[in-house]
């Protein structure tokens, strides 16, 4: 009996190889090193993985047109769009070092999100990885679950004058705090369509009065006059564009 025809491996499985391959050369020049997430092809999937996050995090839908289609995108294009949203940096040794105390805290208390792709059973050698993979081994790590559910009993029943904003695309805003009856002049509030830079200012009209208003008898000064103040300086489109590029400088899965 004939052997039936073997269907071709998924577009994904075709990328990983020449993929992986930019990056070794890009890790070699670079001097970077995998030894604390074991090896270059657990980071690579995690930097992967991470892009759908990244994006959310710290960009959204007004460049989703900035994304090329994968089907007719070529490597090197597919490559740099990984780079420029999610970091091909973020799980050498060098790019974790700065951030070992956050993945200790992850690892040990805050916990750290999990995402189910089963659309890519098949593709994902090692599923979305956890905190734990991030830290040295040598640093011995303990999680304990009670650190934050003590926390958010505290904030749900004891909370004053706290203020929380969420954005409304940001993927960490997808368990916020919640306000029990013990909570006295706090609020939790979302930014329509903003990422991980959400605040006052992008909160829709009524919220962001009282918001407003609430910070500024917090610290104990007077609200404005009715006409609005009068700008100290010309506005300057580069200096929005400039701190735009800070904010946004650093990817993968940050706090």
Known sequence: MPRPPERPPARGALRRGPLEAKYKAWAEAEGAT????????????AVVLDFVWGFWQYYGQDVCDQIPVAKTATDDEVYDTIDAYSGWSAYTDQGLETYTPYYYQAATQLGSPFIKQPHLKGLSRYGYQPARNFVPRE??????????????????????RMLFVYGGNDPWGSEKFRLGKGARDSYVYVAPGANHGANVEGLVEAERTKATARILAWAGVPAPAERAAQPLA??????????????TREHGLRP
């Open 34 to 45: 995998f030894h604390t997430v074991g090896t270059l092809d657990k980071a690579f999937e």
């Open 234 to 247: 010309c506005f300057d489109a580069r200096l929005d564009r400039a701190v735009d590029e800070e904010a």
């Open 139 to 160: 640093i011995p790590m303990k999680f304990d679950p009670r650190a934050m559910k003590d926390v958010d009993s505290w904030v749900r029943n004891n909370a004053r």
